[in-house]
C-alpha cells in the first residue's frame, strides 16, 4: 500500500474531526454505544467501528499539513483508548474511572432495553387480584411518612413478601440481609460488599443469623446472608426498597445483579441468570440479568390488577442444584438442618445446613427424622447428561471412601451412595451423592495444624492410598481428629511420582514456602522427618 493509500482515510477523519458539528455527533454516537455497552450489549463496536469505517471520502476535499495530521490522529488515539477503558469498565458491570454517575448509569441501562422492547410498564389484568389493596398501599405510603426511612419499608413489606415467598415453594425463604455485607464486589472484592435489604433462596443455602439490634421482627422473619459466594448462582432473586427508585436506585440493583453474575458459570458451564427487584411504597421493578447484563425490567404498581401473580411468577424457579437436592434427600430419607431462629437480637452466627463446595459438589449438613441430633454431612455432585463423567467420579469417590476406609479418611455410611437424574426444563439432569458420618469443620492453617496434616497424608501415602487433590481445602477436622474429603480422584496405587504430588500440591494450597529438591527425593514415611526439617512453616 502506497503513502497515498495509507492517509486517505485519517486525513478524511481529521478534516471531520476539526469539524464541531461532526464533534457533536461523533459523541452522541459514543455515548449512544456506552448506553449499548452498559447493559453488554457487543452491538457498540460494531458502531463505533461502523462510525470510523464510514468517514471515507475523496482525498481531493482535504489538504492538511502531515504534522498536524499525525497530530490529530494521536488524539483520535486517546479518545479510542478513553472509550475502549469505559467500554471495558461498563463490562465488568464497574463504575468505570472516567465518572459516570449512577443516574446516567441507570438512565444508559433504561435506554438500552427501551430501545429494545425489553423496559416493560406492565398493563394491569382487570379482574385478577393486586399485589396490595389500596388501602395496604395507603399504609404503605404511611409508613414511610412516619418512619422517614427505608427500614420502614422493608418492614411494612416482609410479611406480604415471607407469605408470597411460601406459596411459590415451602423450601424457599426471604431473607431480610441489610446489616449483613454479603454481596461480594466485582472480582471477589470483599472489601467492598453490598447488603441488599434482601434475599430469596433455598433455605439450604443461607447462612442464619438473628435478628439486628431494632430489627422490627414478624413472625417467621428470618435474618441472614448468602451461605457461600460460591452458591449465587442458586440466588432466586434480590431484593432491595428506596424511599423512592429513582434511576441511581435502579442503577443499584442493576449493579448489584452484574456483581452476582461477575466471574462464576453455572454447573453446565453457562452464564450466570439473576433476578432482582427494586421497590418503592408505589411501584417496584422487576430486573432480569444475564452475566453482566441487564435484559429485561417490568414496571408496576403494587395496586395494579394482576401483580400479584407476576411477582409470583417471577419468583417462581427451578434451580437444578436445588431440585437434586431435595430429591437426593428423599432418596436417602434426611433433611437439610435449618437452624431455629430467635426473636432474641443476636448476630451471631447460627449457621445452616450448607457445609462447602467445590468445583464439581456441594455438601450439606443432613439428619434422619428418626434421630434429629446425629447430623450427617451430605455430597451432591450434579451434571448435565452430555458430562456424565462427573457422576461417574462420584461414584469412584464413594467406592475409593470404602477401600480407604481408616484413619484420616472421612467415613462414609454404607449403602448411601444414591445416583438418579430428573428432568427439568425439558432437560435430563443427572445427580449422585453419598452421607459421610461425620461433619467436620474447616481447619485452620497454622504451623501445629500443617504438620498434623503432613503427617496424616504420610500415613495415606504409607497405605498405598493417594489423595489425588491433596489440597487444605480438602481436610475438614472434628474435635482434634482430621479427615481427608474429596478423593474424587484418588486411586490405590501410590507411586512414588502421585505420591510427591500430593506433598506439593498440600504444601502450595496452604502456603508453605519448600525446598522443591525435598519434594522430588520424597518417597513415603523414610524421608519425612526431612521434609518436615527443610518446610518453613
Ligand atoms: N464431612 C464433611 N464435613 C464438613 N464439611 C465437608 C465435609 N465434606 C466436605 N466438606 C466441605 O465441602 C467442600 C466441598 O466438598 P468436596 O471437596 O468433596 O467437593 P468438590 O466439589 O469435589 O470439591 P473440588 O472442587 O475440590 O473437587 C469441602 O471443601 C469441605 O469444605
Ligand atoms: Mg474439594
Not at 418492614?155 to 415453594?169: G, H, R, S
Not at 431440585?323 to 434426611?334: A, F, N, P, Q, T
Not at 484413619?407 to 439432569?429: A, C, F, Q, R
Request: proline share 3%.
Amino acid at each position: 500500500m502506497c503513502f497515498y493509500d495509507c492517509w486517505i482515510p485519517v486525513v478524511w477523519v481529521l478534516f471531520l474531526y476539526s469539524n464541531p458539528l461532526f464533534r457533536l455527533s461523533l459523541s452522541l454516537s459514543l455515548s449512544l454505544s456506552l448506553s449499548l455497552y452498559s447493559s453488554g450489549d457487543t452491538k457498540i463496536l460494531d458502531t463505533i467501528n461502523k462510525g470510523f469505517a464510514e468517514f471515507r471520502l475523496d482525498i481531493g476535499e482535504v489538504k492538511k499539513d502531515v504534522g498536524e495530521v499525525k497530530k490529530d490522529v494521536s488524539q483520535i488515539h486517546e479518545v479510542k483508548k478513553d472509550v475502549s477503558q469505559i467500554q471495558d469498565a461498563l463490562h465488568r458491570g464497574e463504575n468505570p474511572s472516567v465518572s459516570i454517575s449512577r443516574t446516567d448509569q441507570g438512565l444508559h441501562i433504561k435506554s438500552t432495553l427501551q430501545s429494545g422492547d425489553n423496559y416493560i410498564q406492565f398493563q394491569p389484568q382487570i379482574g385478577k387480584i393486586p399485589f396490595l389493596n389500596e388501602a395496604q398501599s395507603e399504609l404503605a405510603k404511611q409508613s414511610l411518612i412516619e418512619g422517614k426511612h427505608e427500614n420502614f419499608l422493608v418492614a411494612y413489606f416482609t410479611p406480604f413478601f415471607i407469605n408470597l415467598v411460601k406459596k411459590v415453594d415451602p423450601n424457599m425463604v426471604f431473607v431480610n440481609s441489610e446489616y449483613y455485607s454479603w454481596l461480594q464486589g466485582l472480582s471477589g472484592d470483599i472489601t467492598n460488599a453490598a447488603k441488599p435489604d434482601g434475599f430469596i433462596m433455598d433455605k439450604s443455602l443461607v447462612n442464619f443469623r438473628g435478628p439486628y439490634k431494632d430489627a422490627s421482627v414478624c413472625p417467621e422473619q428470618i435474618f441472614g446472608e448468602l451461605a457461600s459466594w460460591g452458591v449465587r448462582c442458586s440466588i432466586n432473586s434480590i431484593w432491595d426498597a428506596k424511599k423512592k427508585v429513582s434511576l441511581a436506585g435502579y442503577a443499584d440493583l442493576c449493579n448489584y445483579l452484574q456483581r452476582c453474575g461477575d466471574g462464576g458459570r453455572c454447573y453446565d458451564g453457562s452464564w450466570m441468570n439473576h433476578k432482582g427487584v427494586v421497590y418503592d411504597a408505589e411501584k417496584c421493578y422487576l430486573v432480569k440479568s444475564i452475566r453482566h447484563t441487564i435484559t429485561h425490567t417490568t414496571v408496576f404498581n403494587w395496586t395494579d390488577a394482576g401483580s400479584y401473580d407476576l411477582l409470583k411468577e417471577f419468583i417462581s424457579h427451578s434451580d437444578p442444584w436445588t431440585k437434586c437436592l431435595y430429591e437426593l434427600c428423599d432418596m436417602l430419607g434426611v433433611k437439610v438442618v435449618v437452624p431455629v431462629t430467635t426473636n432474641a437480637v443476636t448476630t451471631a452466627q447460627l449457621g445452616g445446613s450448607f457445609l462447602g463446595s467445590g468445583a464439581c459438589g456441594r455438601v450439606f449438613k443432613v439428619f434422619y427424622p428418626i434421630d434429629e441430633s446425629i447430623t450427617y454431612a451430605m455430597k451432591l455432585v450434579i451434571s448435565t447428561d452430555e458430562e456424565e463423567g462427573r457422576i461417574g467420579e462420584v461414584e469412584n469417590e464413594y467406592y475409593q471412601l470404602n477401600n480407604a476406609k481408616g484413619e484420616g479418611v472421612i467415613p462414609v455410611v454404607s449403602d448411601s451412595l444414591k445416583l438418579s437424574s430428573v428432568n427439568l426444563n425439558s432437560k435430563t439432569l443427572l445427580f449422585g451423592g453419598y452421607l459421610m458420618s461425620v461433619v467436620g469443620c474447616p481447619v485452620e492453617n497454622n504451623k501445629t495444624n500443617v504438620k498434623k496434616m503432613l503427617e496424616s497424608l504420610n500415613r495415606l501415602h504409607k497405605r498405598g492410598i493417594y489423595h489425588g487433590d491433596a489440597r487444605i481445602q480438602n481436610v475438614v477436622q472434628w474435635e482434634d481428629t482430621i479427615y481427608w474429603v474429596d478423593f474424587r480422584t484418588s486411586s490405590l496405587s501410590a507411586s512414588s511420582v502421585f505420591i510427591s504430588n500430593d506433598v506439593k500440591q498440600f504444601l502450595e494450597s496452604a502456603h508453605v514456602e519448600f525446598d522443591k529438591s525435598v519434594i522430588a527425593t520424597y518417597k513415603d514415611n523414610l524421608n519425612m522427618q526431612e521434609l518436615l526439617n527443610n518446610i518453613k512453616l
